[in-house]
């Protein structure tokens, strides 16, 4: 019995850590949808007529490797005519992500996938020396680095990102960074950032100039860092009474309140068995 209750104990742990780390995946997707507009590209450097994958009747994995691959193609070359632009860094990081994608879900080219990141790497590089201000580029560039384990550089970049977080705060980054500092067991630097934000964020919400985004981001700490998860839930709850059923943060606040109740239910019952 007692060994059935440690089990469980631990499934719980784990389960809490996979919910967390989707949580995480959701905010960065999120960030990316929003940065890149997709559709505009094609059309402003020549590439009228391009058929996406989900446009032919039962795409295939080389379908998509293709289309990809050729967007690369393209978007490199015009990189070859024109002086690079944030713009076109970002979509030829976006198809060179996807490229990452398929390989890892469709194909077994640990070599290509590589490269992928690499090229990855050298694009966020870029994009960090365009726009040293811009945090979003900056926690991606550290993502790859981790991915490449390229551990000299983590620690300059995590320092640089925490001082832009400091002087223009960007809560949806900061907690991003929280979830990698944790994954990253720096846990000197997670408690740091995670009470820094936690006190800008009651300090807006007690003046009352908070918006519902940072409302929800300090529900997200209230659950996952101080052990509040009834505030947390009342916090989401009245957001989702101010927002429409269509609005971004109301789904955001809905799926964390699932999250949570989640929790909760899965409590009950190791406390029960």
């Known amino acids: 019995m007692a060994q059935k209750k440690a089990q469980k104990k631990v499934r719980a742990k784990d389960l809490k850590k996979q919910r967390w780390a989707g949580i995480i995946a959701a905010i960065l997707a999120i960030a990316m949808i929003l940065s890149v507009a997709v559709g505009y590209f094609g059309q402003a450097i020549g590439g009228e007529g391009t058929i996406l994958p989900e446009q032919q009747a039962d795409p295939e994995p080389e379908d998509y490797l293709a289309h990809y691959q050729g967007e690369v193609e393209r978007l490199e070359e015009h990189l070859e005519e024109h002086e690079a632009t944030e713009i076109i860094l970002r979509e030829l990081a976006e198809n060179y992500r996807y490229l990452t994608l398929v390989q890892q879900m469709y194909f077994d080219d640990q070599e290509a996938v590589q490269e992928y990141q690499e090229e990855l790497l ?69 408690r740091e950032e995670v009470e820094w934000l936690h006190q800008y964020l009651e300090d807006r919400i007690a003046q009352g100039i908070a918006d519902n985004e940072e409302r ?38 809905l799926n964390y309140l ?16």
């Open 258 to 273: 699932n999250h949570l109740q989640a929790e909760d239910d899965l409590d009950e019952e190791i406390f029960f068995d």
């Open 216 to 253: 929800f981001y300090n529900a997200v700490l209230l659950g996952e860092y101080f052990n509040d998860p009834g505030r947390a839930e009342s916090v989401l709850e009245d957001i989702m009474e101010e927002e429409s059923e269509e609005s971004r943060i109301y789904q955001e606040a």
């Open 122 to 190: 050298s694009i966020y590089q870029s994009l960090v020396e365009m726009e040293p201000a811009d945090p979003m580029y900056r926690l991606e560039l550290i993502n790859l680095y981790v991915e490449r384990q390229k551990e000299q550089h983590i620690d300059e970049e995590i320092s640089a990102l925490q001082d832009l977080l400091r002087e223009d705060p960007d809560p949806m980054v900061h907690i991003s960074l929280i979830g990698l500092l944790d994954s990253l067991q720096k846990e000197d630097r997670h």
